[in-house]
């Protein structure tokens, strides 16, 4: 045996090149995640995962592989600790929200008010919220398509700048995740105009449920906060571009890609190196076939996370060239269960064609029209066509923005079902005669 294995050894070696590991997928999240880590946006650690990006899609084979910078403010996250004072002591576990304001080194002391969703927030009289700490305990359940995101994540996106009007001292929310451990989940909240940074921090599930019950005893509550993020000024992020060049430049380019930035709490396994890694090998299978009519350009955006600075600059800078279509990953490593796409004649034979071909996989058409993600928003709000292949999230939102966004989270099976469906839709699109008219523009772009 051992004389038969040496040659074919030889052979696979000589030919690294046009050879992918047979696990491309899992490889690219297990090398990311291991050799860079967390790769919060504007920082040294995604700029090291920019380097990584370019010297991995090169060794693919991929063509006119490059980084694209763009400057963008960066959040960091401090000292971040809580304690209920009275009247039962005990320490919380908390996470500060991306963006948010400080409290003084020593902290803050104050008591707390709460109430069970953002509507009743807002619906208070200012002055039950002034000089207090705000707590707001909506509870988000888990939903195959993760739909309950949307509604749930009001709190977290906008529930601190309606704290901070009314003249609340900080915001406690309860995190936006759907499991029951004691971690914290993170995520982006933007101060409105005229909304003064406040302390603004992610309770635990458990922890919140915790305090709810605290409260609920009603004698007053008082917590000792510290959080001490910093905003560091403007620094440079950047989207990393690779390509499958197309045999008909004037057929317009697919527009993939997942993004390469990720929370800094966890190594973002599941956000967002499983899009970037679903997409990437879907993409060398076409590089590693027949050349594709279209080209395919795949993108691992920057900064996604602190507010989709990578796809706006990516719009910016490319919006006046053809885009034929566009998909993103985005939504972790599961399998895809359903397809939506949002093109001009949703009866022709295209959405046929696909049908046929993920049906293979066990993705069946879902409803409603397809959105595509942050990154490749600003060209979908530009007309350009765009597929959803939804992948399960069940259990999505249990990981997400937390510290147990790790590699153990990948499901191999799962996400080589993920890559198997891309690469159908890839080849189909790529290569289709079907025009691919876009939807008429949208009101208001
Ligand atoms: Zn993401
Ligand atoms: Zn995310």
Known sequence: MRSLLLPIAALLSSSSLAAPPADLGYELVEGLTTEVGQRLAGTEAEARARAWA???????GFANVRIEPFDMPVWVRG??????????????????????GATPEAGLTAEVVGFPSLDALKAAPDARVRGKIVFVWHRMTATQDGSSYGYFGAVRRSGPS??????????????IGTDHHRVPHTGVQTWSDGAQPIPAAALSVPDADQLERILSRGKPVTIHLVLTPRMTGTHQSGNVIAEVPGRDAGAGVVLIGGHLDSWDLGTGAIDDAAG???????????????????????????AEEPGGFGGDAYARA??????????????????????????????????????????????????????????????????TPVIDLEQDGTRYFDIHHTADDTLDKIDRAQLNQAIDAWSAMLRVVADTDDPLTPLPPREGH
């Open 318 to 383: 490319h919006d006046r060239e053809k885009h034929a279509l566009t998909a993103e990953a985005d939504f972790g490593g599961d399998r895809v269960w359903s397809f939506r796409a949002s093109l001009a004649d949703p009866k022709g034979a295209l959405t046929a064609e696909l049908t046929n071909v993920l049906g293979g996989f066990g993705v069946g058409p879902g409803a409603g029209a397809a959105h595509g993600g942050t990154d490749i928003g600003p060209m979908v709000q530009r007309g």
């Open 276 to 302: 970037i890694a679903i997409t990437t090998a879907a993409a060398k299978r076409i590089l590693d076939g027949s050349k594709p009519k279209r080209t395919i350009r795949l993108v691992w955006f920057g």
């Open 79 to 100: 000292a971040e600790t809580a304690e209920v004072i009275a009247p039962f002591p005990q320490k919380l576990v908390l996470a500060a929200l991306g963006n948010s």
């Open 54 to 60: 370019v010297s991995r899609l090169r060794s693919l």
């Open 162 to 175: 309606v704290a901070s009007k009314k003249g609340a001292l900080a915001i406690l929310i309860r995190s």
